[in-house]
DNA sequence: ACACTATTTATAAACATTACAAAGTAAGAA
DNA sequence: TTCTTACTTTGTAATGTTTATAAATAGTGT
């Protein structure tokens, strides 16, 4: 499954002709396997036993590179820094307002939204994302 | 009209058992009358005239304390200042790729939405975001 | 294996945002 | 009105994330 999704990935990259480096790989590995969406500096870490001499800069180089083709999406929550989400089927975030947890959440998608909105704004659009805020359960339990 | 929000936003901020300095006063000012989406130091720069001691860590106070009364939404998107945005009716964002360009644009919104992934994930919901990306008028005719 | 070019690395720089302490001021009480 | 107190502002320094740069390194097609 995890298998699966990173040689599609990699495919992906050489088709557009992206070299495939162990750095590069090890990233992609890592954002498809932890089921969290983990900051550019905690895949750094994360990472730091494998390849102890990688820099910070080509986790972000590679990000913005994944980004680039469409394997990856950057999430811009409040917070400092920004989440990264290996895009493989459509989903939304479901993200606690007390906690921080991110859920994931499938919904059918919003195509009549973006019909609408190029109807009504002129745009061409291309691409939406959606975020929904509230208390997990946890966090219901523990009333403060 | 502007006027009119104006007051009801100082109003909220008495309830709230905030104090009315003139930096709030200019700073709201510039949020409900600018049709834009400015960034903080956008609405630090538009004060300099006014105020020309006000330092920028105010205008991030206030933001902040305005967020927290549900004055202001604070909207942050790839680029690497937040944007802020006056709440006054619901609506979303549809965002150019190409030059950035924000444009309001309202839709019944999303209840139901909420309402599924209460149901799915257990949350508690409050709130939600979302924007959707695509190519404005403009730049689609600058065909490059 | 070679050559060409993309990539990595290490470091410094840029940038937005926050923390802090001292000076100033809004708002209610006397 | 004046006083008092706690909240705000200010100026600056600090923090933390992200990007720029140049030299060293390593993929990839031939």
């Known amino acids: 499954m995890a298998e699966e999704k ?15 480096t162990p750095q590069r790989h090890a990233i992609l590995e890592h954002l ?3 089921m969290s969406h983990p900051t550019a500096d905690e ?14 800069a080509t986790v ?8 680039e083709i469409g394997l990856v999406k950057e999430l811009t929550y409040g917070d400092s820094s920004s989440r990264f989400d290996c895009v493989t089927t459509d989903h939304y975030h479901i993200i606690c307002d ?13 195509d009549e ?21 509230g208390k997990c359960p946890d966090c219901q339990k523990s009333k403060h």
């Open 43 to 56: 895949i750094y870490k994360s990472l730091e036993g494998k390849f102890p001499n990688m820099s910070v």
């Open 60 to 67: 972000y180089n590679n990000l913005r590179v994944f980004k």
């Open 98 to 110: 007390d906690c921080g947890k991110i859920v994931d959440f499938h919904y059918p998608g919003l």
């Open 113 to 133: 939204v973006e019909t609408l909105a190029e109807q009504v704004t002129g745009f061409r659009v291309g691409d939406h994302r959606m975020e929904i805020y």
């Open 32 to 34: 498809i396997q932890s």
């Open 6 to 20: 990173l040689h599609e990935a990699i495919d992906a990259m050489k088709n557009s002709g992206v070299r495939i």
